[in-house]
């Protein structure tokens, strides 16, 4: 019994000819295009830019002998750790974003790995920093569960960075790259809260204690989602 090879789901699989026996050319769908690593630098430090300027504020403040009042009067008490803090995590998101500029890290691989040793530190810092902030700062009352996520995630971040570091030294580039863009996700989970914090005040009005929790919580869930997501896609 002969198979007709026109048949339905297979005539764009047998190349047609014309009348004298030669191919039709056959046309066929353009690949996608991948997103540009320009692009994503980009939106990565526009992510960055409002947290980078409250810790400037923040800064600012402790350094000219602002008003002490019971919202800043922690900082002051102890300005050590949340000065290590801004600074580690601002240099951390912004050197981080040029980390997955594909092109430049395959040309200056040198670059890359003098960056890549000094992003672990900067992260480390903040991450270390910022979990002795939450630990050991006076806290208001009633912000267990914000407590108990920012204990999660800045241990998240710290492990993440380690598991990366250990995974290049051992070689094996393709987890390394797996953690650390988890590391990053975490590190810059302040920006995204920017967005769900408004979202959710634009939605619901002021956040109570509970609603401001959550919606912190979700800037750090949609960041290692989109990382999760990058991750895979890459793989």
Known sequence: MKTNVYDEGQATDVPQHNNIGKPIPQKTKAPKKAVSSKWIIVALLVLSVV????????????????????????????????????????????LG??????????????????????????????????????????????????YALRLLFGTGMVVSILLGFAKILRGDVIRHRAWMIRGY?????????????????????????????????????INLAVAEWAIRKRS
């Open 51 to 94: 947290p980078i300027a409250a810790g400037s504020f923040r800064l600012t403040e402790l350094a000219g002998g602002a008003e002490i009042t019971p919202d800043n009067a922690r900082f002051f008490a102890s300005p050590l750790p949340v000065v290590l803090h801004i600074l580690s995590a601002s240099v951390y998101a912004v």
């Open 185 to 221: 996700a975490i590190g810059l989970g302040a920006g995204t809260q920017v967005l769900t914090l408004l979202g959710g005040t634009l939605i619901i009005g002021p956040p109570g204690e509970l609603s401001e929790a959550l919606l912190m919580g979700a800037g750090w869930v």
């Open 97 to 146: 974003a040029f980390q997955f500029a594909t092109g430049f890290r395959r040309r200056r691989p040198a670059w890359h790995r003098a960056a890549g040793r000094f992003l672990v530190l900067c992260g480390l810092l903040a991450g270390l920093s910022g979990l002795w902030l939450t630990l050991f700062y006076p806290r208001p009352e009633g912000t267990d569960l914000l």
